[in-house]
């Protein structure tokens, strides 16, 4: 197992775990604390357990190998799986949201002040856990692992709105009971949001748009660093998992023979290879200087 792989399965076993722990202390403390919004933000944690799941499985699947059917490799799971995290949350926001309107509409007693302690310390913790989980999404170029990490992120917002809600019906007293499953319902509408955020990049990815201008800087820099190499032209990227597959155009010396220049082609493969290893495939067209009808 590579390095990148070791470190992203790491990650995604302590967001199971995390999630997991906090949707069981959510989901007692909303029932003994009388909370609603609690009681969301439990099942909110506990559809992260099994979108974290699905995220292991498609960072593993992501990081076999290319074999003659997958060319390109396996890359493109991450997003698929990303759409599928997506999907869970989306039905996690709609039961949210449909629970808090029929609590809205039927009397109930108001939630126990202890369960602003519990929030408190929920929010640090996954606040805590979406900047550790996304700083290791970027370091290993992971679209699943970001998705996981946007997860804690809703979920620490949707604990910021139960505590809202929560403490306006513990201040504002009689008649603000139902400010709790406001809250919840409030918090389906950021977990929506979230899982926009969530589904754009993948999107993006899956439909091989190029949005990546400082890979495709730095492709450049690195090649005019090449001998031989007087230009870049052409620069097509697309993303699949970790990797970025490239198709250049560098334009060399109109007079060189087509021996040098491919064995130039080969050195720049090579030198991009080796200065920008998140780069997986890569295609390199020569041109001849001065060709105008190229």
């Not at 309107?101 to 202890?114: L, M, V």
Request: aromatic share 10%; proline share 3%.
């Amino acid at each position: 197992m590579s390095d990148v792989k070791k470190e992203a399965v790491k990650t995604t076993y302590y967001s199971i775990l995390s999630s997991f722990l906090l949707a069981l202390i959510k989901g007692i403390s909303g029932v003994l604390g009388n909370s609603y919004a609690l009681i969301a933000d439990a099942i909110e944690s506990t559809t992260d357990v099994f979108a974290s799941i699905l995220v292991l499985f498609g960072i593993k699947y992501a990081h076999k190998p290319a074999d003659y059917d997958h060319p390109y490799g396996h890359g493109k799971a991450e997003a698929l799986v990303t759409f599928l995290v997506v999907a869970i949350l989306l039905c996690s926001a709609g039961f949210i949201a449909y629970q808090s309107i029929e609590n809205i509409s039927t009397p109930h007693q108001g939630p126990e002040a202890w369960t602003l302690i519990v929030l408190a310390g929920i929010i640090v913790w996954k606040e805590t856990s979406f900047y550790f989980v996304m700083k290791k999404a970027k370091k290993i170029n992971s679209s699943a692992l970001a998705a996981d990490a946007w997860h804690h992120r809703s979920d620490a917002i949707t604990s910021v709105t139960a505590f809202i809600g929560i403490s306006i019906s513990l201040f504002m007293g009689p008649g603000y009971e139902a400010a709790d499953d406001w809250a919840a319902l409030f918090a389906s509408i950021l977990i929506v949001y979230n899982s926009y955020k969530i589904f754009k990049p993948a999107l993006n990815e899956v439909m091989d748009e190029t949005l990546y201008p400082e890979i495709e800087n730095k492709i450049r820099r690195v090649a005019l660093r090449v001998p031989g190499i007087l230009e870049t032209e052409k620069c097509f990227i697309r993303k699949s998992g970790i990797k970025y597959h490239v198709e250049l155009h560098a334009i060399v010396d109109e007079n060189m023979s087509v021996r040098k220049s491919h064995e130039l082609g080969h050195t720049l493969k090579d030198t991009l290879n080796i200065k920008i290893p998140e780069l997986g495939y890569i295609v390199i067209h020569i041109e001849p200087s001065n060709c105008t009808n190229c």
